[in-house]
Structures are given as structure tokens and as C-alpha cells.
């Protein structure tokens, strides 16, 4: 047995830890608090494994759920980025950049690389695979926020536009969810007021 690797890998198994306390925007369904990044994440695994089947392209599904399970990992130096606050986002890229460089070379040097080229493959959001990963990441705050009956959308009064724009290449991983999300789920609370019509 290799100590050092298993040293290194529990070291980054404790780090990762940390993610558990990076608050997100979003409420849980029920509203009675917002929920973290690494329940987050856990939201969006699961949601992999039912929703697959709505992919526009075949995914591998254990790909998929592992770069939604490590997409947000960088957000332990960064913090958050809420996905409408544009100042925020013009520093995210450089953020993350830097604390990707020093969370996966805590890994081995393999299981480094591999973390790093699929956070780097969720973020170029090319493949059939990341397309999908981004597609969950859209879709399970929109989920979250129709349950809290709009809570985190009205408070913050996000507008359509603002929803549309960030929604704007979900269809690439799933036509069909970005569909029921932009039926089901958003103009009914645009129609409640919960989100503002511009």
C-alpha cells in the first residue's frame, strides 16, 4: 500500500469537508433555511440518475454525477457566486481558477488530473456530459425555488430576463427539462409575481 497516495487522498476527503459550509442563495423546498454546496451537489447526483433519460445525447451517467459532485469544490476559496450578481461574477473565473490549482493538487497526481480536466469539462461545457451537468445545475435551483414558492426569486427580485439569460443554453443538455423548467416552473411564478416580467 502506497501511504503517501491514501495520506493525500484522506487529506483532500477532510478539505472537501469545507464545502458543507459554503452557503448558497437557494431555499431548501420547504423555505426554512438555504441550502449548501455540498447538498447542492447531492441534489444534482441523484437527479442525474433519474433524469438521464431525458439527455438530448447518450451520457455516462457515474461521469456525469462525479463532475456535479466536484463542480462546486473551488467554491471553498472562492465562495458562492450568486448566479445573478454580474460585479461578482466578473472576478469567479479568476477565483476559481486559483483555488482549483491548490484543492486537486492535494490528490495524487492522477486523481488530481482527472478532478481537474473534468471541473475543467463541466466548465467548457461541451460534451454530452458536461451539457447535461449544466443542465442539472440550472434546473435544481429552478426546482427549489418553485417548491419555496419563489422565496429566494422574490426576495432578491429577480426578473425574467435575468432567468432566461442564465437558462440560456440549458436546452443544450436536455431540450425536454428545459422545456417542463420554463412551463412548469417559471412562468407560473412569473403569473404569481414571484419572478418580475421586464
Request: charged share 35%; glycine share 4%; hydrophobic share 35%.
Amino acid at each position: 500500500m502506497d501511504k503517501d497516495r491514501l495520506d493525500r487522498q484522506i487529506e483532500f476527503i477532510r478539505e472537501i469537508d469545507k464545502e458543507k459550509s459554503i452557503g448558497r442563495q437557494t431555499y431548501l423546498a420547504d423555505a426554512s433555511r438555504k441550502e449548501d454546496d455540498a447538498e447542492h451537489a447531492w441534489h444534482m447526483a441523484i437527479m442525474t440518475v433519474l433524469l438521464s433519460e431525458y439527455a438530448n445525447e447518450k451520457i455516462d451517467v457515474l461521469r456525469t454525477m462525479t463532475m456535479l459532485l466536484i463542480h462546486d469544490l473551488v467554491e471553498i476559496d472562492a465562495g458562492d457566486t450568486y448566479a445573478y450578481d454580474e460585479n461578482a461574477k466578473k472576478t469567479q473565473r479568476e477565483r476559481e481558477l486559483k483555488c482549483a490549482d491548490r484543492i486537486f493538487s492535494i490528490l495524487p497526481e492522477d486523481q488530481g488530473k482527472y478532478m481537474r480536466e473534468l471541473w475543467e469539462e463541466f466548465e467548457a461545457q461541451e460534451t454530452p456530459e458536461a451539457k447535461f451537468a449544466r443542465t442539472m445545475d440550472n434546473f435544481q435551483p429552478v426546482i427549489l425555488n418553485d417548491a419555496s414558492k419563489g422565496k429566494s426569486w422574490a426576495e432578491k427580485g429577480v426578473h425574467l430576463s435575468q432567468i432566461l439569460k442564465r437558462n440560456a443554453r440549458t436546452g443544450e443538455g436536455s431540450e425536454e427539462i428545459w422545456k417542463y423548467s420554463y412551463e412548469k416552473l417559471i412562468m407560473p411564478n412569473v403569473k404569481k409575481g414571484n419572478i418580475k416580467e421586464d
